[in-house]
């Protein structure tokens, strides 16, 4: 965790409702006020506050028959410029679909938020009827290979602002030398936060937002091995990674790492 929320400079009434904003995954037909409790922590009379001022502003709609509510117009447009504005998903796209469809496995960007990644864009192989993750989704920095990629690759100053365990010293440092040796990162057996998930990581250095995301490739156990990330996953989506590195101009996530 960082310690931001003990900064005499930190708003914390909009942290809460920047939380709230967050609580919503693309999958969600509404939530309610015990729905949006449950996710982000926050009390209920803190709930029923915050969801009043973001729906007031527009940033949250409310459907009074059912109570339930929904990013509103002003979220949606907020989404849609951050969106555009980080045009290297547009050359990506396409390369990171064709590496889904050809491995069988579910590809997707995500971003830290704090000591979590966030899932903000997958995509799923062709014919496959499960979404399995989704953008919005939630992963621990700590035991996934997403997570390994990106504190890798994080400047020194941004890795000491997460007040980082031994554990998590280590997790970076084993990912610094994957990187280095073979250029992407599968997270150490031991460490994974779910045994029914393998994935494999490559970071990319976005200057849009300041700091590496991660590319990943994830699937069952059975249906990606160890051996397949090693040997096939691993190697397509750090050629995918380098060619997007090429067209944007930019070097190695690693190489601004310091």
């Known amino acids: 965790m960082t310690d931001q929320s003990e900064s005499r400079k930190f708003a914390n009434t909009l942290a809460r409702g920047l939380s709230v904003l967050r609580a919503f995954r693309a999958s969600d037909d509404g939530l309610s006020h015990s729905d949006i409790a449950q996710r982000t922590g926050l009390a209920g009379a803190t ?40 045009n290297f998903l547009d050359l990506v796209s396409g390369p990171m679909q064709d590496l889904a469809d050809k491995t069988g496995t579910l590809a997707l960007m995500a971003v830290r938020d704090g000591d979590r990644m966030m899932l903000t864009k997958t995509w799923r192989p062709f014919g496959t009827a499960s979404i399995w993750l989704e953008p919005g989704h939630r992963i621990p920095v700590y035991g996934s290979s997403s997570g390994q990629a990106v504190v890798a690759s994080l400047s020194d100053a941004r890795f000491s602002a997460l007040n980082p365990d031994a554990d998590l010293r280590a997790f970076r440092q084993n990912g610094y030398e994957q990187l280095v040796g073979r250029g992407f990162t599968i997270a150490p057996q031991p460490t994974r936060y779910a045994a029914t ?55 190695s996530a690693l190489a601004r790492r310091g």
């Open 47 to 86: 709930v029923t506050r915050l969801t009043f001022t973001l729906t007031e502003l527009g940033f949250l709609s409310h459907d009074r028959k059912t109570g339930y509510f929904r990013l509103g117009p002003a979220a949606i447009a907020v989404g849609s410029v951050a969106s555009a504005s980080a």
């Open 197 to 251: 998930v393998n994935a494999v990581s490559v970071p990319y250095f976005a200057g849009e937002f300041g700091e590496p995301v991660a590319f990943t490739c994830g699937a069952l156990p059975e249906m990606l091995s160890d051996a397949r990330m090693l040997n096939e996953v691993g190697p397509a989506l750090r050629d995918v990674v380098r060619d997007l590195e090429l067209k944007t101009g930019r070097s």
